[in-house]
């Protein structure tokens, strides 16, 4: 069955790294864009990032430009998002999804940006 | 960047009530528009897209409509399983945005 599964959160102090990554099973991953999108505790949705099927296309959202890095691995049936410079406003469930209109999500993983 | 902005941000309904959401953009997005569905823990779920087309094995209870600026999800009979919160987004430009959400309780 078409499925995503993250990993990577963890417990991170400011300033510090984070790499997630998004891992596809039951369709073609290559032929898909895919996003990243991030709910903090409580809150509603926002959107992070989006990348095309051949890397040709990304765009982030303003929060995170110049911090965060968007990549796919197609051989690998891979997304992901390397995080840098972390803040507390960071801390947040991130969820990977297919295409722009998200039809397909993973379950999330949890980021936490805490001294 | 586009905002959009949904009402009401809580509603009471009770099982069997007709329920709209209204979802308004700071400007046109024509029919660029989608609604996500997320019960409490879960990731979000794709019901609407292109602001009126139901996603593949979603009742038939839940029709979008509008275009332009204002759109509307409405819910024909409210199910136990439908009280969630739900969300609209703009796919017109980027910053891909979110509405803030309405959350639908049991009256």
């Known amino acids: 069955q078409v499925q995503l599964v993250e990993s990577g959160g963890g417990l991170v102090k400011p300033g510090g790294s984070l790499r997630l990554s998004c891992a596809a099973s039951g369709f073609t991953f290559s032929d898909y864009y895919m996003s990243w999108i991030r709910q903090a505790p409580g809150k509603g949705l926002e959107w992070v990032s989006y990348i095309t099927s051949d890397s040709s296309s990304i765009y982030y959202a303003d929060s995170v430009k110049g911090r965060f890095t968007i990549s796919r691995g197609n051989a690998k049936n891979s997304l992901y998002l390397q995080m840098n410079s972390l803040r507390a406003e960071d801390t947040a469930v991130y969820y990977c999804a297919r295409r722009a209109t998200l039809d397909v999500w993973g379950q999330g993983t949890t980021v936490t940006v805490s001294s | ?107």
């Open chain 2, 1 to 107: 960047d586009i905002q959009l902005t949904q009402s009401p941000s809580f509603l009471s309904a009770s099982v069997g009530d007709r329920v709209t959401v209204t979802c308004r953009a700071s400007q046109g997005i024509s029919s660029y528009l989608a609604w996500y569905q997320q019960k409490p823990g879960k990731a979000p779920k794709l019901l609407i897209y292109a602001a009126s087309t139901l996603q593949s094995g979603v009742p038939s209870r839940f029709r979008g409509s509008g275009s332009g600026t204002e759109f509307t999800l409405t819910i024909s009979s409210l199910q136990p399983e439908d009280f969630a919160t739900y969300y609209c987004q703009q796919l017109n430009s980027y910053p891909r945005t979110f509405g803030q959400g309405t959350k639908v309780e049991i009256k």
